[in-house]
């Protein structure tokens, strides 16, 4: 695939055509059959995501000093955020490219903590449930600290007891998952706070995927138990502003208990030729688009719009999970929000999940234990029981078919 850069410049329609050509093999998401990677919420909100996106563009989130709109419009969706998660007036945090993003800078904010606040040497490590999200594997394998993934208890969740016995005195963070990605589940945030408390641990509670729909839910009646900062034994959270905060890609939101834990994030250095540099996230450079694009889209929407849109992801997950278990499927756990996982006890679910892709659906899959997986959007609303009759087709055609090679599925 390797070319030569142009000598001459092409014409932007033709430039156009070709893209749009590039994207004729892509997954049809608009058309609400993509239920991974894509958080729909409509057109209208795709529409204020890209005027406010382009607006700017061009801005650079490095320099505030610069660009004072970014500044306010960052601290301003900060604050939606940390008021959503029940944060003490002390709290504070930041826009960041991703949930990898945020949950780097936590563990990152973590170590350094245990470094300098504790005194903390040799080998350190952090203790998470099996279900946790791969960016913790990623962010230690950065920094070199071991990562003890501890078995889940019954129901698909986090063991407090058996993270307890993990721990040691080289235990910089312990983790919980609002909900977890493979099964969609709310780990008991609340006994691993009790856990963190006693033990005098840094808990993270890994929201990307609840924080924005989880409060909402709540507020639609949901029966959400506590998983935020009104626990005192969370002193980090991260939240994906991309995910169910329906904003442009890439934004996600990390948050400290209060502001001497954020400092240990920040990288602040001035030795060099270039004069001071601060950086309160991995990246220099900050797109003011995404900055812009999730103030618009919050604003946009307000708690009524959020209630609305989440209203319909929870009902829509109730409904699938319904119509699933009537063929024969068995729900992974008590989905509460948006992520739902279900196999059945006599089909193969990758042929399943192959022959959903037949009719052009397309989602991820859970590999432990095998398992059909749907992250919803509100548009799936729209599409729910077409989805239901393909999948009652597809387990139709898949039944006799033997065991399928686990199929190697790739999240962003």
């Known amino acids: 695939m390797r070319q030569p850069l142009p000598e001459a410049g092409a014409a932007w329609s033709d430039l156009k055509s070709r893209m749009l050509d590039y994207a004729d093999g892509d997954v049809r998401w608009r058309d609400g059959k993509t239920a991974v990677y894509v958080f729909n919420a409509g057109p209208e909100v795709e529409q204020v995501q890209k005027e406010a996106y382009a607006l700017f563009m061009s801005e650079n989130g490095l320099g505030p000093a610069a660009f004072p709109s970014l500044r306010r419009m960052e601290a301003e969706v900060v604050g939606f955020g940390l008021s959503l998660l029940h944060a003490p007036e002390a709290a504070t945090g930041v826009i960041t490219s991703g949930g990898t993003d945020s949950i780097t800078m936590a563990v990152k904010a973590a170590r350094d903590y245990a470094r300098r606040a504790r005194g903390a040497t040799g080998p350190l490590n952090v203790v998470l449930p099996r279900s946790a999200h791969l960016a913790f594997d990623k962010a230690c394998a950065m920094m070199e600290i071991e990562v003890r993934r501890v078995p889940l208890a019954e129901g698909y969740l986090a063991d407090p007891d058996a993270m307890a016995r993990a721990c040691d005195t080289h235990t910089i963070m312990i983790v919980g998952s609002a909900p977890s990605f493979p099964h969609g589940l709310m780990d008991p945030i609340a006994a691993l706070s009790d856990l963190a408390v006693a033990r005098d641990l840094w808990l993270h509670v890994d929201a990307c995927v609840g924080g924005y729909i989880a409060p909402f839910a709540r507020m639609n009646g949901e029966d959400i138990a506590p998983f935020d900062f009104e626990l005192p034994g969370v002193r980090s959270m991260s939240a994906d502003l991309h995910k169910y905060g329906y904003c442009a890609k890439g934004a996600s939101t990390v948050f400290f208990r209060d502001a001497a834990l954020q400092d240990y994030m920040t990288f602040d250095f001035k030795d060099w030729p270039g004069g001071r540099m601060v950086t309160p996230t991995l990246s220099g450079t900050r797109p003011g688009g995404a900055i812009s694009a999730a103030w618009a889209v919050m604003n946009f929407l307000g708690v009524a719009g959020y209630r609305e849109k989440q209203g319909l ?46 009719r052009g659906w397309f989602a991820s899959l859970t590999t432990a234990p095998r398992s059909l997986h749907l992250m919803l959007s509100p548009f799936h609303a729209q599409v729910a029981d077409t989805y239901l009759t393909d999948l009652a087709w597809a387990l139709a055609e898949a039944r006799g078919a033997g065991p399928s090679r686990p199929a190697e599925v790739r999240y962003a």
């Not at 992974?332 to 037949?358: N, T, Y």
């Open 313 to 358: 992801v929870t009902a829509t997950r109730a409904k699938i999970a319904a119509g699933a278990e009537a063929l024969g499927f068995q729900v992974l756990g008590r989905p509460q929000l948006g992520i739902l996982a279900f196999a059945h006890p006599e089909v193969d679910s990758l042929a399943v999940w192959a022959k959903l892709r037949e």
